[in-house]
């Protein structure tokens, strides 16, 4: 029996509320996507299911690896990049003074917002969509700044130690206007308005700037306050509401984000650029500087690391503008201060949580309202803030009233922007926080509770029909292993039979969260790619999807080889640029295995169909009873093969009308099936300072069929870290002028070697029918859990409940101290 | 070109065993005279001295070479990550990072490896706490530590003489098991 077979088995929904939620998920217009032929037993399909090496991992440990940097010595020309940024948070730029920088040996150009290289049109840097679901709000180098750390000026120059000194000579003049800080405070009359009525285009839904608000949304299904109201006159049910609230989180990329802009031979706009969108950036620069999109070529080399900040163009128009200025090849790095100072950052929020439910645990109600901070600019701002809800929420498709609202505002702070997670990180710690309070002040046991209302096979996916009307989106859940994954998480956890410690005043407990994500973003993606076949039998597969270093350019030669029949390193990837792939949306929403990695299939099965017809040829047989594998085309019927290398020089070479064997596939849906998961957290702590230890970490997730299982692994223990910061030591904090504290690693609580606990992953195999191979995505998923299972493991150990992240052992002191005062 | 925004001076340096003067700007650290000479294998990943990504060895010495002048290290024999190994020659420590899967994004694996090479020189079968502690300084931000702590770990091992236990099931690099050539629990090195 494989697990998938098992985890469905373990479903402990009941058959009379499985068939009447079955009508209604197919009496709708719900689109019942064919279950695929690709569903085999784990043993045949090795080339999915095998831990095939990084097909860079060779050049990494050599130190061979390039990253847009290590391109420099390409470019004997190359000049160098440095931006000058506002230091206020808020007021217009009055004059800038460049002689003194221009007076410097070695500086080609200095640029202000007033120079002609640099384009005054608004736009989004948000790698998206067009148009973006991102307010027009920025231009390149700004006369207007509203956080400290806008960039108002940059230099270029021979080296960068020279445009460095350059950019501390430019003198910057400012009107300085009040600012707003909070982000509440941020929608009073009086408040500081950021953004004039001509400021912004392509506004967002219920803009209101005169209030500073980016957006305002909400969405109901049933009759939310009926419910409360109803509840609240019975004796078997009651209304609950808890607060919730989160910080800044920086994305801590690797490698700074850095470009190099230059012209090349053919007077083509070239980028070798550090992004997760190289598509978007395109159709953004061309757009901006009034360029044909033909003639921008946006091409990512290996990156280090994105994890959203790099969903963004933050800089490639100032490289872009320095390039034009200097007439030269430029490059712009930034520093690790700018990282933390001036680029993306997870939206801090404020979150209420409020659920109608009846004594058994029958859950009637939920509300759920966010106050996102979006910072100086709008970037992401709406869309990460419907994430909050539309991705926690499903996670309980049966509760029959639910509401969802946001308000989005700016203050005078950095921008918020994607990270990995992208409102679920927020929205989960809210969501399962809450569910967990809620299940314990009903003396229910809270993974008892959360399963009793948890998502199961066949019911309707709620995360786009929240917010938006209409039965396009309706679609039901085809799999779903989140029962397995607490199965097996409680088992990995002890849950069952935890020791407490020996000393009296240590207390041990154990928290979970369920956890859910999407793949890709549901009705807005395209993945293309395209297959070549070479003579020797070997393929080149071009494709649109980006590799931010999470391995997936090997997971794409796998689907390929796969299909095609041939070891994945007789796949050669060509990835990323706009140039020489097909188009991609890029790496974000966890697009990459499920969108992108389905364009590939579709891309290889289209090869495959001209390979049997060769391999016909050959071996004169029906196409229809011939298959590959092993490196060959094979029959089904005979056994008689022709390998694939006969097969390539014949169609090549051959006396026969010759073919250059190809395949090309698109993938475009409204679907995206959530992954699931489940975070166990058991800890220890010290009820008399309020320290608390981390015993261990457990995530069980539910990716449909695990393509490259060590590579998937990967993409949790990274999430959990990320999630662990966020729960336990990361965020910002700004002085009273909005002045950053966080300026590098030193100042940031970013988790090392000897922070981490011990950490057990565990992949429970379902079978995703729409995916590639069952396959759904993986990387965001496991960036949700830290924090709720933490919030919920310390309220299991010693009763006390943390509610603002991160949590220091001086916030459980002081929960404790409340405790003990209320008690006395 | 070195950065001529202050005077230049040649340094005098034996990199990976080829004995070399560089012409370094004084504003320049050792990483940014090393990358500037091809060794890219030194990363620069913050502003100085706070992420281990530019790790070599100075004279036998673990340094973070973005935090060093040129100047402090004339006359030192330099040794990057290139020095270890090659791509077809591994370094037992390289090749447990493939292995293991210990490479995301891998901007930070050149200083993580050359901090483990570093810890299994003095102490050959370190406790995990020991490794940790020995990455302390080398941030990583995809990986979660934990496959390159397993990494360095299965290295000593392999130092040692005995089974990989990489995630790999320690099987050659050429591909997958061949039907009925089970690779068993551990890459067949035990019993079971």
Redesign the interface.
Known sequence: MSDSEKASDLDDGTDSARAEEEKAATSGTVDDAASEPDRKAP?ER??IT?????D????????????T??YR?RFPDLAHGKVVRSDIAHGHVESVDTSAAEAL??VDAVITPFDDVVPDKLYSSSGQSYPEPSPWDLTVLREHVRFVGDPVAAVVA?????A??AARKVDIEYRELDAVFDPEEAFDEDAPQLFEANEVENKQSGADYSRNLESHFEGEIGDVDAAFENAGDRDNARVIETTWETPYQS??????HTTIAYTDEDDRHVFITSTQVPFHTRRQIAHLFDVPIRDVRVTKP????G?GSKQEMAIEPIAFALHLAAGRPVKLEM???EEFTALRFRHPMRMRMKTAVTDDGDIEAMDLDTLSNSGAYGTHGMTVANNVGTKPLPLYPRVPNVRFSGDVVHTNLPMGAAMRGYGAPQGHFAVESHMDEVARRLDLDPIEFRLQNAVREGDLDRSVAILKDGDRFTRKIRSCGIRECVRRGKEAIGYDDLEQPEADHLHRGVGMALIAQGSGVAGKELGAAQVKMNEDGSFHLQVGGVD????ADTMFSQIAAEVLGC?P?DVVVIAADTDLTPFDYGAYASSTTYISGRAVKNAAEDAKERLLEWGAKLLDEPPEVLDTGDGRVYSRETGNRASLEEIGYEATYGDDQREHILGDGNHSTDESPPPYGAQFVDVTVNEETGEYDLNKLVFAADCGVAINP??V??QI??????S?EYATSGGLSFDDDGNPDVL???QYG?P???D?PE?E?ILVETHEPTGPFGAKSIAELPTNGVPPALSNAIRDAVGVRLTELPFTADDVKAALDEQAGGER | MPNTGGISVDIELTINGERTTVEAGSADDLATVLRQHGYIGVKCGCDGGTCGASKVFVDGEVRMACGMAPREADGSEIRTVAALGTQDDLHPVQQAFVDNFAVQCGFCIPGMIIQAVALLDSNPDPSEREVREALSDNVCRCTGYQKPVEAVLDAAGRMRGEQSVAADGGQPASGPPQPGESAGCCGGGCDE
């Not at chain 1, 290996?302 to 690391?305: E, F, L, P, V």
């Not at chain 1, 931010?548 to 391995?551: A, I, K, L, S, V």
């Open positions: 043993d090795e080339n095998t831990n095939a090496e990084k860079d991992a060779r050049k990494i440990v050599t130190g061979e690896a390039r990253y940097a290590d010595d040996e070695g021979e080296d960068p130690e020279t460095d000194r994305h801590c990329v690797p490698e700074p290996r990156i280090g690391a994890f520093t690790r201060r931010t270093g999470t391995g070891p390193e060590a590579l692994e990967g223990e990274g999430g959990e870290h990320m662990l590098g690693f030193r970013m090392r070697t000897t981490h950490m992953t």
